[in-house]
């Protein structure tokens, strides 16, 4: 069973903007905190934002603050990723993930091994 499903990728100039979406079937997300990772092509998977659920917890790396927002629509069952000011450097296949051992406010809220459900990812590509 596929757990998660993201959605919204594809190929926009530099500067461009997209917004990921990511639904699940199985899990009202509502009630689970939610991971955005991103490989690139030959390099390691990197976590690159996260939200919980208690006190609107949200983290980002240091790449993208200032150009990406996290956020829930809980009556759409959706966790998305808006894209702003993109940069080459951002192309990847991005997933989402989830997990119940996930703690956005700890220390290293984006472990991928704290993660144990995944969707298949969705392409964004950044080039002109």
């Known amino acids: 069973q596929v757990q998660l499903v993201e959605s919204g990728g594809g190929l926009v100039q530099p500067g461009g903007s997209l917004r990921l979406s990511c639904t699940s079937s199985?899990?009202?997300?509502?009630?689970?905190?939610i991971g955005w990772f991103r490989q690139a092509p030959g390099k390691e998977r990197e976590g690159v934002s996260c939200?919980?659920?208690?006190?609107?917890?949200?983290y980002y790396i240091d790449s993208v603050k200032g150009r990406f927002t996290i956020s829930r629509d809980n009556a759409k069952n959706t966790v998305y990723l808006q894209m702003n000011s993109l940069k080459p450097e951002d192309t990847g296949v991005y997933y989402c993930?989830?997990?119940?051992?996930?703690?956005?406010?700890?220390?290293?809220?984006?472990?991928?091994?704290?993660?144990?459900?995944w969707g298949r990812g969705t392409q964004v590509t950044v080039s002109s």
């Open positions: 199985r899990f009202t997300l509502e009630y689970y905190s």
């Open positions: 939200i919980g659920v208690s006190r609107n917890s949200i």
């Open positions: 993930a989830t997990g119940p051992g996930v703690v956005v406010t700890s220390a290293n809220p984006m472990a991928p091994n704290d993660y144990d459900y």
